[in-house]
């Protein structure tokens, strides 16, 4: 089978998928076969990506659906299982991102952030393993950060959130393996993105390109390629790690 169909007949949910690395992701899933339930918040960014897949051949559905609640993820997977049939892919991207200074940190900002970034990660992991084929088994990728690995200054939950991800995906794997099913994490260096445009300014980002080996800043293109490779069977034998998608900024210096 060719490397661009090699996820034909797999059925694959994508959270926050309406923008930036999570459209690039359903795309790209879509387009190397698999059938993928969007997932956002939002009904207009779930149509527009839906009707993107399609236009390109692809297959996709809707799952527009809040994910910040065990109760709206498990819907989420269990949609997503009876419209396709099967359930094989849960990519873990939804996020709601806030920095702060330790002096600024807020219970109802850290809340939010954990809800979303954190919490739902494990039910989303509790709804896929129990859809998931008991032989087939499957594949599961969560989206971190390099800031789980270097932080910034306010950066103390987002950081601290990114880490556990880490944590969460190690445990998984080690829990899940016997039953085939397959859990790591991307973490993606400063991506421009929809989402992250609040905090970013062209200072910054030329900083991080002359820190970065390969001279510029990743796209959602490079993360998604990450997530797509980990949910594929080119994977097979690789679970429990965090792939760094980074240009080489994270380890090196230049």
């Known amino acids: 089978m060719s490397m661009q169909q090699d996820l034909a007949g797999r059925v694959a949910l994508v959270t926050g998928a309406g923008a930036g690395i999570g459209r690039a992701t359903a795309c790209l899933l879509a387009a190397r076969g698999a059938i993928v339930g969007v997932n956002d918040l939002k009904q207009e960014l779930v149509d527009a990506a839906v009707a993107s897949i399609i236009a390109e051949g692809g297959k996709a559905f809707s799952v527009t659906q809040n994910v910040s609640t065990r109760e709206g993820i498990t819907?989420?997977?269990?949609?997503?299982?009876?419209?396709?049939?099967?359930?094989?892919?849960?990519?873990?991207?939804?996020?709601?991102?806030?920095?702060?200074?330790?002096?600024?940190?807020?219970?109802?900002?850290?809340?939010?952030?954990?809800?979303?970034?954190?919490?739902?990660?494990?039910?989303?992991?509790?709804?896929?393993?129990?859809?998931?084929?008991?032989?087939?088994?499957?594949?599961?990728?969560?989206?971190?950060?390099?800031?789980?690995?270097?932080?910034?200054?306010?950066?103390?939950?987002?950081?601290?959130?990114?880490?556990?991800?880490?944590?969460?995906?190690?445990?998984?794997?080690?829990?899940?393996?016997?039953?085939?099913?397959?859990?790591?994490?991307?973490?993606?260096?400063?991506?421009?993105?929809?989402?992250?445009?609040?905090?970013?300014?062209?200072?910054?980002?030329?900083?991080?390109?002359a820190s970065t080996p390969m001279g510029r800043l990743g796209t959602v293109q490079d993360i998604a390629s990450g997530i797509a490779f980990l949910s594929s069977d080119e994977a097979r034998f690789i679970t429990a790690q965090g792939l760094v998608v980074d240009g080489g900024i994270t380890f090196t210096t230049l």
């Open 75 to 209: 819907e989420a997977v269990q949609r997503t299982a009876e419209q396709g049939g099967r359930f094989d892919i849960l990519v873990n991207n939804a996020a709601w991102v806030r920095y702060q200074s330790v002096p600024d940190i807020q219970p109802e900002t850290m809340d939010r952030m954990l809800d979303i970034g954190f919490k739902a990660v494990v039910w989303g992991i509790q709804a896929a393993a129990a859809v998931m084929d008991a032989e087939r088994g499957g594949a599961i990728v969560n989206v971190a950060s390099t800031a789980a690995l270097k932080s910034a200054p306010n950066s103390i939950v987002y950081s601290g959130i990114k880490a556990g991800i880490l944590g969460i995906t190690r445990a998984a794997a080690a829990e899940l393996g016997a039953r085939n099913i397959r859990v790591n994490a991307v973490c993606p260096s400063a991506v421009p993105t929809e989402g992250t445009q609040r905090n970013r300014n062209a200072e910054r980002d030329a900083r991080r390109v």
